[in-house]
């Protein structure tokens, strides 16, 4: 089973609409949860820690499902530069280091 | 806001010869990370640096790799004999206290392309 797992998607939405999609990881022991912003060919761009009550930031809402070890980012209001990649990161403890999942790819469309 | 600056931005070099990529992490950081993507893959670790001295590395990082903080500002991943499959981005990342509730600033990465 891989490490974090993603719907590569990708999803194609209308300007103003919602879109959610998830991830699921497999280490039970994962202690931070992440969702960065990949634009083509760039670095990743941290968009928003996710904690386990939850957590909105403007209009990305993140949620955390610890029993079930999934991670959602839902979007409202769409906007045409949310257009991007989505990438659920996972720190799966004391070393620090961060595992990625492949990636949501999300399409904004006028 | 901080920076990680990374260079070249791209650099393309032959099979087998040595290349070394740069990065200046956030200036009071003290973990450092490098990290790749080949084109349409995922983002994998490779490794990471704390206190002068590897702490974790993935299987990626063979004996043709090697990390180094020569200065105490820059952080340099070298490649010793490149092979056509070490094209990819590679991306240094650093991070301030460790703390594993906050996420990582990623330089703008060196696109490695082997030829």
Known sequence: RKEVEQDPGPFNVPEGATVAFNCTYSNSASQSFFWYRQDCRKEPKLLMSVYSSGNEDGRFTAQLNRASQYISLLIRDSKLSDSATYLCVVNRGHDYKLSFGAGTTVTVRA | EPEVTQTPSHQVTQMG??????????????????????????????????????????????????????????????????????????????????DTNYGYTFGSGTRLTVV
């Open chain 2, 17 to 98: 010869q040595e290349v070394i990529l740069r990065c200046v992490p956030i200036s009071n950081h003290l973990y450092f990370y490098w990290y790749r993507q080949i084109l349409g893959q995922k983002v994998e670790f490779l490794v990471s640096f704390y206190n002068n001295e590897i702490s974790e590395k993935s299987e990626i990082f063979d004996d043709q790799f090697s990390v180094e903080r020569p200065d105490g500002s820059n952080f340099t991943l070298k490649i010793r004999s490149t092979k056509l499959e070490d094209s990819a981005m590679y991306f240094c990342a650093s991070n301030g206290e460790g």
